[in-house]
């Protein structure tokens, strides 16, 4: 924010005229006052703005918390795919818990409150967490392709998803130091950088302006545009296996060698054994499930991508068209490019509550742990007592898994040839 010409002129500040006018101390502490009280007071947007800053940090430190302890809590759970998206939430975690305040208070404020140290930490620690969340879910969709496009071609483990989150971390690290090193706090009024630090700015200082322009289209692309491409035409091929036709070698062959019931009592009367059948049925049982289970999967990723993409996609361009095309520095209408920064920011919060939502939503696991998370907090919900809930869990699917494959066997027989 530019200060008018005459506070700059009472505080000191050399005029036309050459000469610094001589200010009082009083004088000073009152305009640091008016500052406080009416400038940087809280306007009527900017409380709607707090609210929602409010609300995405209690999500997001809730929500990604219940899927660490979901996993972390229920062996069935420890899967490849899950495994990953605890990484994603703990990268949700840590942008949500240190980066998010400061963010808020430098939105609300246009000033840097946290020192030199924090000005290279904090914008380090949140290009790091883009990185994990862009390399983790990168990751998700290679071991999907894998699974389910190509299943003989690389068998993925816990022991392997936990060596590449390794990776992932370290990669994330040593690639985003450059955004640490060109970090500076500076006072856009030096005059009072003693008093207050207020009008201070937590920016980048690069020795030439090409290298910026090269650094942030760089960023762009390996963070963004490349990943989401390349996370897309995987996405393509699995939706294309998953609903377009069969996976290779599962169930097209059970229907092959399938015996309807006149052709089993024929091999009966040769004197052949009936039990050849139903261990073929349960396996075709078994491929319908994990058939149901992948698309869900799949589902639930896809979206999990989608919300992503479309929460970063406003900062990504509005820092190239800062960054690189060195727009906004001279802009007319302040105020409409600061709504968009300031939203576009908040969006990348945003994404971090979204993703435990969207597990709630897609997926019937994370939504049954939650749900015996906050029966344990809340009363009213019932009970928390793992081990009832466990044997219930039990019972039902062995109920369900009973009827679910009278309805495959009874359909299996009228439908095939």
């Not at 003693?194 to 200082?205: G, H, I, P, Q």
């Not at 490349?226 to 393509?236: D, T």
């Not at 992948?294 to 970063?312: H, I, S």
Request: with cysteine.
């Amino acid at each position: 924010m530019e200060p008018s010409a005459t506070p700059k002129a009472q505080l000191g500040v050399p005029t036309g005229s050459g000469e610094p006018f001589y200010v009082p101390p009083d004088y000073e502490d009152e305009f640091l006052r008016y500052l406080w009280r009416d400038y940087l007071y809280p306007k009527q947007y900017e409380w709607v703005l707090i609210a929602a800053y409010v609300a995405v940090f209690l999500i997001a430190l809730v929500g990604n918390t219940l899927v660490c302890l979901a996993v972390w809590r229920n062996h069935h759970m420890r899967t490849v795919t899950n495994y990953f998206i605890v990484n994603l939430s703990l990268a949700d975690v840590l942008v949500t818990a240190i980066c998010l305040p400061a963010s808020l208070l430098v939105d609300i404020t246009e000033s840097w409150l946290f020192g030199h140290a924090l000005c290279k930490v904090i914008p380090y620690l949140q290009a790091v967490s883009v990185s994990v969340a862009v390399l983790t879910l990168s990751f998700i969709a290679l071991d999907r392709w894998y699974a389910i496009c190509h299943p003989l071609l690389f068998k993925s483990t816990a022991r392997r998803a936990r060596g590449s989150i390794l990776g992932i971390w370290a990669v994330s690290l040593a690639v985003m130091v450059p955004q640490a090193a060109v970090m500076e706090c500076s006072s856009v009024l030096p005059e009072l950088a003693n008093r207050t630090r207020l009008f201070s700015v937590c920016d980048e200082r690069w020795a030439d302006e090409l290298y910026p322009k090269i650094y942030h289209s760089c960023f762009f692309i390996v963070t963004y545009l490349a990943p989401l491409g390349l996370m897309a035409m995987a996405y393509f091929q699995i939706f294309r296996k998953l609903w377009g036709r069969q996976i290779p070698g599962t169930t097209s062959a059970l229907v092959r060698n399938w015996k309807r019931p006149s052709e089993q009592l024929e091999a009966q009367g040769q004197g052949l054994s009936l039990a050849e059948p139903q261990p073929r049925a349960r396996a075709f049982l078994a491929e319908v499930k994990q058939m149901r289970a992948r698309r869900k999967t799949a589902k639930m990723l896809m979206v999990v991508l989608l919300v992503f993409a479309l929460c970063y996609l406003p900062i990504s361009v509005l820092n190239v068209l800062k960054r690189v095309f060195g727009m906004f520095h001279h802009a007319s209408d302040r105020e409409a490019v600061y709504a968009c920064f300031t939203f576009s920011h908040w969006l990348v919060y945003a994404n971090s509550a979204a993703n435990p939502i969207i597990y709630n939503f897609l997926s019937g696991k994370f939504r049954e742990q939650f749900k015996a998370a906050f029966s344990c907090c809340l009363p009213g919900l019932g009970p928390c007592s793992s081990a009832s809930h466990k044997s219930l869990s039990l019972q039902s699917q062995c109920s369900v898994s009973k009827v679910s494959e009278h309805v495959v066997l009874t359909s299996v027989t009228t439908v095939l040839p």
